[in-house]
C-alpha cells in the first residue's frame, strides 16, 4: 500500500511521510535567504546517550534506551550552543524537514512577538478589530493577549478519538472548505480570559492576525522575521489548506538543526551572536520571553484548573510556549504530537530537539520518559544538581488532529 494524503499519520507509513511531507501534501516554501548560517560548532562533551535516567515508572535506563524506545526519527543536543550530538534515522538525514506539528505553533507565537516589538501588532486589541470577519464568531470580545495564552472562551475540544469534536471537524474542513471558512463559524461558551484550555483553534486565529497586521502570508513571515535572522541553514515548509491558507497550528517542516538554531535562540533571550560592536543580532525583542518565562500567580491559578496540570504539575502555558519545572530548574518546551519536541534549559544551557513517528498521537509515557531523558542529558552536560522530581503523573502531548481531505482521519 503506497503513502497518501489519507494514511501519512498512520503506522507504519508516518516513519516514511514525516520526512517527506512535500511529495503528499501542498506546502509554501519557508526561505533561508542567503544570509550567514549560525554555526553549531561540535563541541567534545560526555556522551549524552549513556547518561543514567529514571523513566516515569522508576526502571532505570540510559538516555539511548528512552530514544530507542520511543519511535526516534531523529535527535539534536545543543549546549552553549554548540553541536554536542546528533542522530537521523534510515529516512532522514540532516538536511532534511520532518513533520514538526504543533511546535509550529511556537514559530507562529515567535512572529506575533516580532510583530509586537515593531509597533505593529497590540497583544491587547480585540481580535475582531483586526479579522472583521471574526465579528460573528465565538471570537467577538476575545483579545490577542486572549489567543495568544489560550484564554479564550470559544468552545473547541481538542479530543483525537472523537470523530466529532471541533479538532477533527476542522481537519475535514481544510481539504474542502479551508480552514479560515471554519474558524469564523466557531462559538462561545464561556467568558474570554477566565481559563486555560489549549486548542489549535486559537493558533491559527493568531496566524490569521499576524498576516493581517502585517498583509503578509504566513510563510513569508516566518521567512524574513524568523528563518533568515536566526541564521537557520536550510529551506523548511508550511503545509497549507485546499485555498492556500498556511496551517498555523501544525503546518511546519523544518530540519532538526534549524530547529535548535530556533531553540537556542529562545534560550539566549531572543538574540544571535553577530559581528560588530553589540556582538548580538535581536530577533524576538527580549521583553517577550522574559514575560513568558516569568511565571505569575493568575498564569498558574488557570493552568492549575486545566487538564494539562495533569501532564505538567507546576507549569504554565504563554506567548504559545509551554513550561514545566525540570529536574535541573524550569524548561521551555514546544511540543508537537507523535513526539515532536524542542526542549529548552536555562539552568543547564542546553537545547535538546527530538523527532519521532510514535504509533498513536498521544503516547504519555513517551513523553515523560523523554521530558526525563532530556532533563538528565542536562544535567549532566553542566554538572548541576537536580532540584527535585517534579514529574508525579503521567502526561499528554498537546497537538492537531488533522485530515488531509475526504479520506480517513490522519494527525499532525
Excluded at 486548542?199 to 533568515?228: K, N, Y
Aim: with cysteine.
Amino acid at each position: 500500500m503506497e503513502v497518501n494524503a489519507d494514511n501519512w499519520q498512520q503506522p507504519p507509513f508516518n516513519r516514511w511521510a514525516y520526512w517527506h511531507i512535500e511529495d503528499i501534501l501542498p506546502t509554501q516554501p519557508i526561505l533561508r535567504g542567503t544570509g550567514p548560517v549560525r554555526a553549531l560548532p561540535a563541541v567534545e562533551a560526555l556522551d549524552p546517550l549513556q547518561v543514567n535516567v529514571i523513566r516515569s515508572n522508576g526502571e532505570e535506563a540510559t538516555v539511548a534506551d528512552v530514544l530507542a524506545d520511543t519511535y526516534t526519527d531523529a535527535y539534536v543536543v545543543l549546549q552553549d550552543g554548540g553541536l554536542v550530538a546528533e542522530w537521523y534515522g534510515s529516512e532522514g538525514a540532516a538536511d532534511r524537514p520532518h513533520a514538526t506539528m504543533s511546535i509550529t505553533k511556537s514559530v507562529v507565537g515567535a512572529v506575533a512577538g516580532v510583530l509586537a516589538d515593531r509597533g505593529l501588532l497590540d497583544v491587547g486589541r480585540p481580535v475582531v478589530d483586526i479579522v472583521g470577519e471574526l465579528a460573528g464568531s465565538g471570537y467577538a470580545g476575545a483579545t490577542v493577549r486572549d489567543i495568544l495564552d489560550m484564554r479564550s472562551g470559544v468552545r473547541f475540544r481538542e479530543d483525537y478519538t472523537d470523530p466529532q469534536s471541533e479538532v477533527r471537524l476542522l481537519s475535514d474542513w481544510l481539504g474542502t472548505r479551508g480552514l479560515y471558512e471554519y474558524l469564523v463559524g466557531l462559538s462561545a461558551e464561556t467568558a474570554h480570559g477566565q481559563r486555560f484550555l489549549y486548542r489549535s483553534a486559537e493558533s491559527d486565529v493568531l496566524g490569521w492576525v499576524c498576516e493581517r497586521v502585517s498583509g503578509t502570508p504566513m510563510a513569508e513571515l516566518i521567512s524574513t522575521l524568523i528563518w533568515q535572522p536566526m541564521g537557520a541553514e536550510f529551506d523548511a515548509e508550511i503545509l497549507c489548506d485546499t485555498v492556500g491558507t498556511a496551517i498555523h497550528d501544525g503546518g511546519l517542516c523544518a530540519t532538526a538543526r534549524d530547529l535548535a538554531r530556533f531553540g537556542q535562540l529562545l534560550l539566549d533571550g531572543g538574540v544571535v551572536p553577530e559581528d560588530g560592536d553589540d556582538g548580538v543580532r535581536t530577533v524576538i525583542g527580549p521583553r517577550w520571553l522574559r514575560e513568558a518565562w516569568a511565571v505569575d500567580a493568575d498564569a498558574r491559578s488557570v493552568f492549575i484548573e486545566s487538564p494539562n496540570e495533569v501532564s505538567m504539575p507546576g507549569g504554565w502555558y504563554r506567548n504559545q510556549l509551554w513550561f514545566r519545572p525540570g529536574l535541573f530548574g524550569d524548561v521551555l518546551l514546544c511540543l508537537g504530537i507523535h513526539g515532536q519536541m524542542i526542549h529548552v534549559s536555562r539552568r543547564t544551557r542546553t537545547v535538546c530537539v527530538k523527532f519521532s513517528t510514535w504509533p498513536q498521537a498521544q503516547q504519555p509515557r513517551f513523553m515523560q520518559d523523554t521530558l526525563r531523558a532530556f532533563d538528565a542529558v542536562g544535567g549532566a552536560l553542566s554538572g548541576r544538581q537536580r532540584m527535585g522530581d517534579k514529574h508525579r503523573l503521567p502526561g499528554i502531548v498537546s497537538g492537531m488532529t488533522r485530515r488531509s481531505g475526504a479520506g480517513n482521519p490522519g494527525q499532525c
